[in-house]
Each structure stands twice: as C-alpha cells, then as structure tokens.
C-alpha cells in the first residue's frame, strides 16, 4: 500500500509573509434592498460621505461605496444592490458594524430625529465604563455607535460571531497576519471577544471576534458577503492561507489571479466558521481606484 503523501510546506519565509506584508482593511461587502435608502440613511444619520457608485446593467446589480473618508486611506462599507432583490436573511452569525464617536448622546438624537431606529438607547457597557448604543439600518444591519475621542478612523469595528474562539484566533494570526489585539471575557453575560486587527484599534478597523458559551455553529444568511484586505503578493499571500487551512480548516474559494475584464490580483477563502476574506493586490487596487475617478 503506497504511503500518503505529505503536505507540501511552504518555506519559512513564506510562512512569515503575513507579518512582513503591509496589510490593510479596505472595505465590507453586503447586500441591501434599496440602495438610494441606505445610502440616505448612511450620509444622514451616521455622517458618511458616498464615494462612489456604480452600476452593472449587464451583471444586473449596482455598488454604492461609503465611509468616513477616501478609500485609498479608509475602510469603508461597498453596497450592492442586486436588481428586484429587496430583502436578505442577515442570518445570526454576523453581529455588527461599529462607528466611534465623540459624543454618542448627540449621534442617537440626530438619528432618532432622522425617523432612525435605536435598539440600545447610550449608556455603559455592562460592567465597563465605554459609553455605546445600538443603531438598526433599514435592512436591519445593526451598528454599534461607541464614545471615543477623535479617530482618524470612525468606521472602527466588524463583529462576526466564531464557534471557536483560539481556533480563529491563530487562523487570523497566521493566516492574515493579524494582532490579537486584546482579549475580554465576560462570564457573567457568557460570552468573550477577541479583538484583531494591523494596528492599535483606536486607530484603525478592528475584527471583533465574538464566542457565545456553548454556540459552536450559527447561520450565515445571504446578506453579509465579505471583507477586503489588501496585500502586496496574493500569490504567497494564497500560498499561506492555503497551508493553515490545512492546519485549521477552512477553503480556497478562488485562486490567486487577475479579476477577467478589471486585472486587479485577488484570492479568495472562507474561515474556519465559513467567514469569507477577498485579498487584493495593494497596488491594482489603487490603479482600480484611479480609473474609477
């Protein structure tokens, strides 16, 4: 009987790669059912500004892209809106969205005024002190407004709940080169959060990681897609991921290459839960940018 064939493992500087690579957040994809409401709803309530939109006719869907700053320096949130589509099942695993603010009291009145739902009226944190509220947009995507002083980087936070708290932990380390920022357990409301992220989360977008006691699996629904993370190299950027997969489960949903028709370099996979990331080359994605103006 013929032996099993070992794994190939990528070299160790490949494996370092995730580390040495200059990574940021660029944007969330989801789906909403109306596209000129959200972005109202976006630009009104929350302060965004849109920064492009653009639509598909033959691929029968349009894109708005929003955020507190230009994309080039900002993580933002891409829209799609896909043609007589006007409802989606956000599902249980996604959380939330968070926005930081200087004064939260004043963010929730000015929603409030706007006809906006809050589901948490400002107050702290269970045993904390952070001053937050909870804001539903009118797809029913939820978004935590938190009190902080001045951010180049509002747009602060996606929470996505994991089965696994370590597993993932290590996935996003070794895998994408995060930082475990910091770790909360908070056994009296039975959960515990990890924060990760490529710099101090007061300063940029941060992965909020969420593990409910004994919630080992939750649906995915079909409105929250994905999150786009540049890089320099998709080609050793797949190479690695492809190895810790192997290691922490997950799967390649596309291979490293140029998009057809765009050439921007992308790869593509899901997490250990099913969360999927889209790696873009650094570089195509600023060309893409300019060809966009």
């Known amino acids: 009987m013929a032996e099993a064939e070992a794994p190939i493992v990528p070299s160790p500087e490949v494996l370092e790669w995730p580390k040495k690579d200059k ?56 829209l799609t809106y896909n043609y007589g589509v006007d409802k989606y099942d956000i599902g249980s695993g996604f959380g939330h969205f968070a926005i930081a603010t200087q004064d939260v009291y ?48 509002p747009l602060c936070q ?35 959060i990890a924060m990760m992220g490529y710099a101090d989360e007061y300063e940029t977008t941060v992965l909020e990681l969420t593990y409910n006691y004994g919630v080992s699996e939750y649906t995915k629904g079909n409105a929250y897609a994905q999150i786009a993370v540049s890089t320099n190299d998709v080609y050793k950027s797949a190479e690695v991921v492809n190895h810790v997969i192997q290691e922490l489960g997950g799967k390649i949903t596309r291979q490293p290459g140029p998009i057809p028709g765009i050439n921007t370099k992308i790869t593509s996979f899901l997490d250990p839960d099913g969360w999927k990331t889209v790696l873009v080359d650094h570089d195509d994605f600023l060309k893409e940018l300019e060809a966009s103006k």
């Open 23 to 78: 990574r940021r957040l660029l944007h969330a994809v989801y789906r909403v059912g109306d596209l000129d409401r959200t972005i109202k709803f976006y630009t009104e309530c929350f302060g965004m500004k849109l920064l492009r939109k653009r639509d598909i006719p033959e691929e029968k869907y349009s894109n708005a892209f929003l955020g507190f700053g230009p994309e080039d320096s900002h993580f933002v949130v891409e």
């Open 106 to 153: 004043k963010l929730v009145e000015g929603i409030k005024a706007k006809g906006g739902t809050i589901t948490r009226e400002p107050g702290p944190v269970k045993g904390g002190s952070s001053v937050i509220a909870f804001a539903k947009d009118p797809d029913g995507y939820l978004f935590e407004l938190i009190q902080r002083g001045p951010t180049p980087e």
């Open 158 to 192: 996606v929470m996505l709940r994991v089965g696994d708290l370590d597993r993932s932990i290590k996935f996003y380390q070794k895998a994408m080169g995060m930082s475990l920022l910091r770790k909360i357990d908070r056994p009296g409301q039975k959960y515990t």
